[in-house]
């Protein structure tokens, strides 16, 4: 994890605004098909642990069971992508595009490029995965 930052987000149109207020992981790319159907394209994510993540405004914030793993919070007013949560509840994931600018982030790799669609090339350099692996989302470099 990052050293600690205060940072807000929120959705498109505003129904949705959060602030966090503890370290945030380097962003992950997953390219699994449920994240590539959710996003339009792959998902680009950090994640904080559940405490450091205050809702401050949840009138549009809906949540989709998208696995018996996990589920989404989406806006339902504008349908931003904002989290997705696992069931062990250890961290909750953050789309890194709905955190306002600037962010200080960086990304870290890629995972489920097994999965990845056909009409892009990973040419970043960032480690990639195939699957996701052990430590996916354990502190670490950014």
């Avoid at 990973?122 to 480690?127: K, M």
């Amino acid at each position: 994890m990052e050293p600690t930052v205060s940072t807000t987000g929120g959705c498109l149109c505003g129904a949705v605004r959060y602030e966090i207020a503890g370290p945030l992981r380097a962003v992950v790319y997953c390219h699994c098909e449920q994240c590539r159907k959710t996003s339009g394209h792959f998902v680009a994510a950090t994640a904080c642990k559940p405490d450091d993540l205050e809702i401050k405004g949840d009138t549009g914030l809906r949540w989709y069971r998208s696995s018996p793993a996990a589920q989404r919070g989406f806006c339902s007013s504008c349908g931003s992508s904002l989290f997705w949560q696992p069931e062990h509840g250890e961290y909750v994931a953050i789309m890194a595009g709905a955190i306002d600018a600037p962010t200080g982030l960086a990304g870290r790799e890629h995972i489920h490029t097994a999965s990845a669609s056909d009409y892009y090339s990973l040419t970043d350099g960032l480690p990639q995965f195939p699957e996701e692996h052990a430590g996916l989302w354990e502190a670490g470099g950014t």
